[in-house]
């Protein structure tokens, strides 16, 4: 692969993880406004003589929340079929494409979110590179390619993808092709620079950057578990105010309505905090 098809490749998976986040939330947001907005018409209804504009707007935006719904559902099926989290470009690239990666890394110039991306998908095509080096060959250029492929993925080891310095892993690669380029591989100063210190300013401030802007992934998490709050919410209410006064099980209604909304719920805060630490905590 050329660093064009390496850019491509990325940036690609960039481009339709955002696309596909977007249109979760966004659809999402749509299907639950439109079923709250038309029960809590339903239930308020009155003979007010506006009631036929009501009707006509109720029954536009049930028309909103079911194109909505499919639409969403189409969402939730290309995103099923997505990579989202585990995209990898190993099956593409040759071991000797290394240096264009390195190339590509080195010129790379995005806002935080797809540097991000960019380097998780990296770091997973490293770490798979890397698991096929016993099948490779070892002539003399050929271990220096092999050393290589160790060197890039020792970079990422022990290391939190968000907190990551993006200049320093850019001069680590520049020096890395340099060497690579020259067929003299020095371990030892490459793992000085691994172990160097790197304007501490700069990292606290992508710290803080990291936790401002989140990953799509957690967009979505959040978003869906909002929505399944505020159907709760919807719910309960709904509950009491049609609640029959002689029902001796108004308590086992309840549960019944919004049981299974709070254990999805329960579920995905465990998704939040499981994805939180997986990508900011080290």
């Known amino acids: ?19 596909i986040a977007w249109g979760l939330i966004i659809f999402l947001a749509l299907t639950v406004i439109s079923v709250i907005i038309v029960s809590l018409m339903s239930l308020f209804s009155t003979g007010d003589p506006l009631v036929f504009n009501t009707i006509k707007l109720s029954s536009l935006l049930s028309g909103v ?21 585990k995209y990898s470009i190993d099956d593409k690239i040759q071991k000797g494409d ?4 390195l190339s590509y890394i080195i010129e790379l110039k995005c806002d935080y979110n797809e540097q991000y991306d960019s380097l998780m998908v990296i770091s997973r095509t490293t770490k798979a590179m890397v698991s096929k080096i016993i099948g ?8 220096s390619l092999n050393t290589a492929w160790n060197m890039l993925n020792r970079y990422f080891r022990d290391r939190v993808i968000s907190k990551i310095n993006f200049e320093h892993f ?7 092709l340099s060497q ?8 030892n100063s490459l793992n000085e620079i691994l172990e160097g210190k790197w304007d501490d300013t700069s990292n606290k401030a992508q710290d803080k950057r990291a936790r401002r802007i989140l990953p799509a992934e957690f967009w979505i998490y ?3 578990t909002a929505a399944l709050l505020l159907l709760i919410v919807f719910k309960v209410a709904s509950h009491f105010i049609k609640i029959d006064p002689s029902s001796q ?11 299974s909304d709070i254990i999805a719920v329960v579920f995905a805060m465990f998704s939040i905090k499981t994805c939180w630490i997986s990508t900011f905590e080290k």
């Open 180 to 187: 690579l380029n020259e067929d003299k591989i020095s371990i």
């Open 136 to 143: 490779w060959a070892r002539d003399d250029y050929e271990g």
């Open 170 to 176: 850019q001069y680590y690669c520049k020096e890395l």
């Open 98 to 101: 290394i240096t264009e990666l």
């Open 222 to 224: 959040i978003i869906c």
């Open 65 to 85: 929340g079911v194109v909505s719904y499919i639409i969403l559902l189409g969402f939730v099926f290309v995103a099923a079929l997505f990579p989202i989290g």
């Open 249 to 259: 099980n108004i308590v086992m209604q309840l549960i019944w309505d919004v049981g």
């Open 1 to 19: 692969m050329t660093k064009k098809d390496i850019k491509s490749k990325i940036r690609g998976y960039y481009l339709w993880k955002w696309r």
